[in-house]
Each structure stands twice: as structure tokens, then as C-alpha cells.
């Protein structure tokens, strides 16, 4: 299938997984997980009507930036980020998804004020406690909101996470309640809306459960662009 259609595929899916929860499927993003895809297939992507893409890897932001691949749509920064390449990242998108440590807070807010802006991030929360993986643990969410203050270069506007790989359909719904109620959390401490708009949770293989638990913003990559040919990163 094109990528047109697999968008249009996974439209009518969340669609149809929105009306099932009650929920306007207007209200969910679909982002377009771009790595390892080229910049004539992200504008592809764009042409079909993802509502925005989002780049795992700083060279890869870099590379497409410069062809205009984006071009449409806003970009997200959805991969691991080291301090040491903030500077390519902020303000190059739109929305800093995968903040997963104080450290990478003040090297952002830094960064920002250095260039004048304020840089919109989402929280990243280690929802299931994997050693393997970054991010802030659930119970470290609301402490660090009211911490928020001292970074005014940079404006929270809710989470994301990857939660463990799934075995079977379903087995992520505890993960994504978790999500949705510590969203719910932090509205209630901080009366704003705002800072929980948006709660990026779901991939290619969950991104229905992630809906049905309230996801605002699901991640896609191998459903849209097809399977990534990992071999090509040894090739030189």
C-alpha cells in the first residue's frame, strides 16, 4: 500500500477507536514517526495529511531541515536527546516530545534564552520503570511541575512515553490509564489545561488502546512508511 493510503488506513482506525470511547476523533493527532524515511516520503506523509512529523535522530532533523522535507507541517523531536546537541534541536521544532531529565531541562531553558524564545517539551515518564529506558518515574511528575518556575524559557505542554514492548493486544492499557491519570493529576494541581494538552502515547501496534485510554497524540512510523530497513545503518 502508498503511503496515502496507509494514512488514510489508520484515519478511518482511529476514527473509528475515538467513537468507540466517546471521544471526537478530532481531538487526536496523528504524528508521523519519520526516521530512517526519506525527505520525498515525509512529504508524502504531509501531502496525505498527518498533522505533524516527529525525528528520532538530531542528523537525520538536520539533514531534512535543509530540504525543506517538513514543509506543511510542524516537527517534533521524539528521540533520546543529549545536552550536547540541544542547540540543533531548539528552536529547529516545534515541540520537544522526550525531555526526560532535569539535566536536559536547564540545557533546553538555557538554550532558549540564549536565543529568545520559549520552547514548548513534553514530559517523558518512564511509565514502566524499565532500566533500559529514560525518562522521569510516574511519582517524580508533580513535584517536578511545581518546579517548573525556575525553567521560564520553556513551556511544559504535557507527556509522552513508550511504554514496555506489548506481548499481546492489550497488555499496554495499564500503562496508558497510568499515563491519562497522571495527566488528569496535573490539571487538578494546576488548574491549566494547557500543561496537559497534549499526551503522545501509542505506536504502530497499540495506538488504539492508547486512544481508547485517552492518548491526544499517537507516534506512527512502520504503519505509515512500512517496515525500516535496519541494515542500511551498517552500510557506508
Known amino acids: 500500500m502508498s503511503i496515502k493510503e496507509n494514512v488514510a488506513r489508520i484515519r478511518k482506525e ?4 475515538a467513537i468507540a470511547a466517546g471521544r471526537d476523533p478530532k481531538e487526536i493527532l496523528l504524528c508521523a514517526a519519520t526516521k530512517m524515511n526519506d525527505a520525498a516520503a515525509v512529504r508524502e506523509a504531509i501531502a496525505a495529511g498527518v498533522d ?11 539533514a531534512k531541515l535543509a530540504e525543506n522535507a517538513y514543509e506543511g507541517a510542524p516537527v517534533h523531536f521524539i528521540g533520546h536527546l543529549q545536552t550536547n546537541k540541544v ?17 536536559l531541562l536547564t540545557a533546553i531553558d538555557k538554550e532558549a534564552k540564549k536565543q529568545g524564545i520559549i520552547q514548548d517539551i513534553l514530559l ?16 517524580d511528575i508533580l513535584p517536578l511541575v511545581d518546579k517548573l518556575p525556575e525553567y521560564p524559557n520553556i513551556r511544559v505542554k504535557g507527556l509522552m512515553t513508550i511504554p514496555p514492548i506489548s506481548q499481546k493486544n492489550g497488555d499496554n ?20 489545561n494547557d500543561m496537559a494538552k497534549y499526551l503522545s502515547m501509542g505506536m504502530s501496534d497499540d495506538f488504539t488502546d492508547a486512544i481508547a485510554c485517552g492518548s491526544t497524540m499517537i507516534r506512527v512510523g512502520t504503519a505509515i512508511f512500512g517496515a525500516r530497513d535496519y541494515t542500511k545503518l551498517h552500510q557506508t
Not at 14 to 17: C, D, R, S
Not at 124 to 139: A, L, T, Y
Open 14 to 17: 482511529m476514527e473509528a477507536a
Open 52 to 62: 505533524c512529523c516527529g525525528e528520532n535522530k538530531v542528523q537525520e532533523l538536520t
Open 87 to 103: 542547540k540543533f534541536v531548539v528552536g529547529k521544532v516545534d515541540l520537544i516530545q522526550s525531555v526526560d531529565s532535569e539535566r
Open 124 to 139: 517523558e515518564v518512564n511509565i514502566g520503570g524499565e532500566e533500559s529506558k529514560s525518562g522521569f518515574r510516574p511519582d
Open 173 to 192: 492499557v495499564k500503562f496508558f490509564q497510568k499515563m491519562c491519570n497522571i495527566s488528569v493529576d496535573i490539571i487538578a494541581k494546576k488548574e491549566d
